[in-house]
């Protein structure tokens, strides 16, 4: 799925009433599975497309992004393998990601 397609289902949802957050790559460092520029796109429920991660830490994104639809406030997530928190969610690509979690309003 491209990020366009990404956008175009989280347009869709918005349309059909759904409250939704967009998680989007900001920035990588070393070996990260996901370039710059990839979307997830999470609904209050947990339902999801798109990728941040290649799977290995999208459990965790999309916690943070319903979340973020609660609390109506973006955030940003950092995941890589020094952190504690990286291996227990998976990340052990041997790089780190950075990740902009935002509600769509």
Known sequence: MTAHDVLEVAEG????GRK????TVIETW??????????LV?????N?????????VEGAV??????AIAEKK???LEFGVADET???VGLSCGGRIRIHVEPVE
Not at 13 to 16: E, K, N
Not at 42 to 46: F, K, L, M, T, Y
């Open 48 to 56: 999801f497309e798109g990728s941040v991660s290649g799977g290995c």
């Open 86 to 88: 990286a291996w227990r």
């Open 42 to 46: 999470v609904d209050d429920e947990g």
């Open 30 to 39: 070393g070996s990260a599975p996901r370039p710059v520029g990839s979307h």
């Open 74 to 76: 973006p955030r940003i």
């Open 20 to 23: 939704v957050a967009l998680a």
């Open 13 to 16: 949802w918005r349309r059909a």
């Open 62 to 67: 999309v916690t943070e992004a319903i979340e």
